[in-house]
């Protein structure tokens, strides 16, 4: 009778965990094409995996991202930082590679991953970008000159953090301060960075300025992260489960200790976030999985496109989500979406697997 209980526990788990993995691949879905807007697109160099955009409408997109993937065509690309200005209107306006300026000749922005910026009282802007070297993982500061010169000025490596495996998204809080996601604890064995899909192990933490802390665990596959207008409140995307994962800092005081809210249910997986200056959440998403994985492989895949801008209609939890889909596209030019930021109008987005960057006019949501 025990045996029997036991294998049919075992056989409920799989069940359930094959169910679930047939969802969050994307199999099953039918999308449907439509944009806020004329759409056009821009050569890239690929890789380009977030961005951010400062008040004055320059964006700046890390370019060459690869990843820890297995036998990944885009391994070779060299690390870089794109600055696009959302302010120029024209069809063929483009962007320019930033001018970095790093006097260690140790540091090296190998496959820059998840971006940040923040802007002092003084007015000084600073970017936070996740590098993935050979030496190791780290979070690279930078202040912005001018818009185009960036100026390295210190490396947050993930031993000082404390995280072992691989970094993702950051977000800043201050001049010498951010959280940072933890995508993939284990690197190796391949079989335990499979598992990280089906349990929660990966971690955030907190970097204070001075020592690292694990501001939150149990986390499953953590990949975006932002933080709310008033500061109060964390926002996590958890691609593996289809959510985006809300949690209260849980103090002033205490900032380096984030508190489960609410779980937001979203229907796909979700990537990188970016807070739009009237506090909604515009989030590069990724309809199929399944889609994403081919991508990981070939150069002459292509991808469906997904924007999501989540709405939170309440201050205080428990939140109330109004979800919109702003762009879906199955456009064979594309190869999935990882980010979306717009100024005054105009929306850039792009994903790590793809070569160009699309560009948007929003006119209509």
Not at 72 to 82: D, S, T
Not at 84 to 99: H, M, Q, S, T
Not at 185 to 195: D, E, N, V
Request: aromatic share 10%; hydrophobic share 35%; net charge neutral.
């Amino acid at each position: 009778m025990l045996k029997r209980t036991i294998c049919i526990a075992i056989s409920a788990v799989f069940i359930w965990q094959f169910y679930r993995l047939t969802i969050i691949t994307g199999y099953h879905k039918v999308l449907y094409n439509h944009s806020p807007g004329p759409c056009n697109i821009a050569k890239g160099f690929g890789g380009e995996e977030d961005a951010t955009v400062l008040s004055n409408g320059i964006a700046y997109i890390t370019s060459g991202f690869h990843g820890n993937l297995p036998n990944n065509p885009r391994a070779g690309i060299p690390g870089r930082i794109l600055v696009f200005d959302l302010n120029k209107r024209e069809i063929d306006a483009g962007y320019i590679v930033a001018n970095i300026t790093i006097k260690d000749p140790s540091v090296k922005l190998e496959s820059p991953h998840g971006l940040s910026s923040w802007t002092s009282s003084g007015g000084e802007s600073y970017l936070f970008i996740v590098n993935h070297q050979q030496r190791g993982e780290s979070v690279e500061i930078f202040r912005v000159q001018t818009s185009f010169n960036l100026q390295h000025i210190r490396t947050v490596s993930a031993s000082q953090l404390g995280a072992p495996g691989e970094l993702n998204a950051v977000v800043a809080t201050g001049v010498n301060s951010f959280y940072v996601t933890q995508f993939v604890r284990f690197k190796s064995p391949r079989i335990l960075t499979a598992l990280e899909m089906l349990i929660p192990l990966n971690s955030v933490f907190y970097w204070d300025g001075d020592q690292g802390h694990i501001a939150a665990s149990y986390i499953l596959g953590g990949s975006g992260i932002e933080r709310s207008s008033d500061g109060r409140f964390v926002y996590i995307a958890t691609p593996y489960d289809n959510s985006l994962q809300i949690f209260r800092i849980a103090s002033p005081n205490k900032p380096n200790q984030l508190e489960y809210v609410q779980t937001v249910a979203m229907g796909t997986s979700c990537d990188n976030i970016w807070r739009s200056p009237d506090g909604s959440l515009w989030i590069g998403c990724i309809p199929s999985l399944l889609g994403a994985y081919k991508l990981t492989q070939s150069t002459t895949e292509s991808g469906p496109v997904q924007i999501l801008r989540v709405t939170l209609t309440r201050t205080d939890p428990p939140f109330y989500a109004f979800i919109e889909e702003v762009l879906s596209s199955t456009n064979s030019s594309y190869k999935g979406s990882s980010f979306a930021v717009h100024h005054r109008g105009r929306m850039i987005s792009s994903g790590p697997f793809s070569d160009v960057l699309l560009i948007c006019e929003i006119r209509h949501l």
